[in-house]
């Protein structure tokens, strides 16, 4: 069965078992490989990507669910050079062995389009869902209130 | 190939972006011949320089997270005195060139990749310069003295003329390897001991940066493997009908470590690896369980073990001691639980063959891939890729996940990538083992030590019986590391081991021994010090009095942390000191305890290394440790039923999250001493950190790993 799939503003049928996991499907069959598999069962974030831009975990996704809706992932983001999200984790120096951080910035990105301006505790209820085991959370939690500040235009 | 050349990316002009970052491209035909001769110049393993003036510096180190890719180049860079905003840095392939000090392998672990590094860098990079240096004196006809290098350019201050490495590289060829080139004093030091950002950050925030996972390759197959659910099992027989007929598999085939199914995508292969009915010989331990093993360990604990070290008479001097703190320390098996979960891509070609994975252990895995071929290990070419975490697990002794995805592809003639699942990853075993200690601390009557007497029991890890290829007896090193060489003055030290057979395998895991002993010592001096009713911060620093360097961490963390301030109800501050790696860390913990929650609010870091060659670096590596020693502290066990690993996912492994995770202040002390570790020697302290903070603000001393009150 072919499922015609919206992924970075690109059309791409693909031909899989409707109960695949989003997150397969942009691996193993479109090639896009910067979603990351960590737990496979919603527990890790590692396989964040947008839908209609809010931030899911595409290992949880029936590919069949997902119809008419935009994906956005990490390579569609930074299509056109580093966002805001990206330099300020550049500038914060976030990164470590770097396998969950397509899903930090997927996450991080999503919650700044919908909280412009988030505070401590929104960043916990925001990015809890993604796990770091580098543990640089506390470089990501400044890196998203830099974002917000060079957003606004504050820096 | 499909992996190659579009790993480059040209990031932006900020920070870490003005570097081009190449990744995999094959150096083994020049890696190790000075001189290679045309126009290219290669004076060594891990500098290339082309016409073009481009700089490459070849990294032997797998990049884990600890920041190899940057810090390694950087100290090439200064002694070359390249141009460190050009630099191109590349992963080296396997060559005898780039052995650890240690083993005759390749080897990132044991926090050794910069210090076991350092000299020889240096020295690459110096000897690399005055080679550059002999070129231009040559063609300018100038003597060599004169002349002066910055940036990847060749001046000579008296005509002014200049020439930039590139246009040297083909002369720079033909000149003598000189013996010795001097180093550089610290003093002109421009790169190395200041901060310097991480060079893979723009691959990685973008999702270009590609690990053992992303591995595409024309014609790839994937393939899961079902594993022996109880430790120790066997396969009896299996029938593959369903899984055959599912979509997409193409393949179903017995392994030594069970049976793999191989399929045209991880999801499919997955599924019928699900769907096949196998029948496993538990063997002899399908009733084996941790709470059983426990009791176990706590009776050979009271037991005399392997006398390793006896210094002093303890029976004499705890019999004439005001007290004997007797107590024991506990401690669960842990899974490494790295990020990425582990896999390994293999072609065989049919008289050679290509790996690519992420690893820790280049040599061993390419020569157990070889010998499973039927190859020469020359014919193996191994590419390493980014690791999505290491923490130990990837230095597989064994080379486990080599050595089955070698097994799958064996035959098959198309690459085939072997890729576990979460829970396959956190159930295969390889886990720091569970230990008991039972320690007696003599105090005299002002509530100093007097004697120490300590008993382990755990099992061997597979990693020292590999490596060093004998046959552990008695005890295990890594029972016992931190402990032999401790700094607390006592009158006697006795330390006894006892070695558990399990079929549960163990490997090191970030820090290794130090994960169990530091918290044992640290809890138990700071037991002391309260039964001598005197602040264990002020304890600490009268007993070390003739340690400078623990001294002044220690002073160091008392002023960060504020110690002895008022603290609100509930809250208490922690601290403890270790050594390990050739390192020492101080932290100090401010812990919250509401009920049953405990919160870890603020940590305070103070780390001696000797020199920081990246103090940035450090400090991250700093922050890392503690935040995965913490998931440890508060949440991490496996535990064993019915000889199966019950945990095998985040939700019920779970980790430090954001909500939870504290704010760490690092400082750093160059105290110019011999240069140690970065990577592991940060989490030992936070174990005994934070439960010296419980204490202190519950009363409750916990002596049993996870947390829990
Ligand atoms: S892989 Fe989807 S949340 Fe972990
Ligand atoms: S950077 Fe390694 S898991 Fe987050």
Redesign the pocket.
Known sequence: MSILLSVNGTKYPVDVEPDTPL?WVLRDTLGLTGTK???????????TVHIDGKAV????VKVSSVGEQEITTIEGVSANGLTIVQQAWIEEDVVQCGFCQSGQVMAATALLAANPKPSDTDIDDAMKRNICRCGVYQRIRKAIHRAAELNSGEV | MAIKRREFLKGSALAAGAFTLGFMIPIKTRAGQAGAGGDTFVPNAFIRITPDNSVTIIVAKSEMGQNVFTVLPLIVAEELDADWESVHVEQSGVNAAYNSPWFPMMLTGGSSSVYTSWETLRKAGATARAMLLGAAAQSWNVPVERLATRNSVVTDPETGQSATYGELAALASTQPVPEDSPLKPESEFRLVGKDQMRLDSGIKVTGKARFGLDVAVPGMRYAAVARPPVFGATLKSFNATAATAMPGVIKVKEVPSGVAVIADSTWRAIKARDALEVDWDEGAHGSRNTTSMLEEYRALADTTGFVIMQEGDFGALAAAAEQVIDVRYEFPFLAHACMEPLNCTVHDQGGSAEVWTGTQTQTADRSKAAAILGYEPEAVQLHTMFLGGGFGRRAAAYSDFVVEATHVAKGEGVPVKTTWTREDDMRGGQYRPMTVHHSKLALDKKGNPLAWHNCVVSQVLDGFEELTGTKIENFDSSQVEGLKEQAYPVQSLTLEAHLVESPITCLWWRSVGHTHTAFLKETLFDEAAHAAGIDPMAYRLNLLAQHPRFIALLEKVKVMSGWGRELPEGTGLGVAIEESFGSIVAEVAQVKVEGKKIRVEKVWCAVDCGFAVNPLGVREQMESAIIYGLSAALHGQITIKDGKAVQGNFNNYPVVRMDAAPEIEVEIINSGAKMGGIGEPGTPPIFPAVGNAIFAASGKRLRSLPFGI
């Open positions: 997150l598999y960590g737990c496979g069962v919603s527990l890790c974030g590692a396989c975990r595409s290992c949880s």
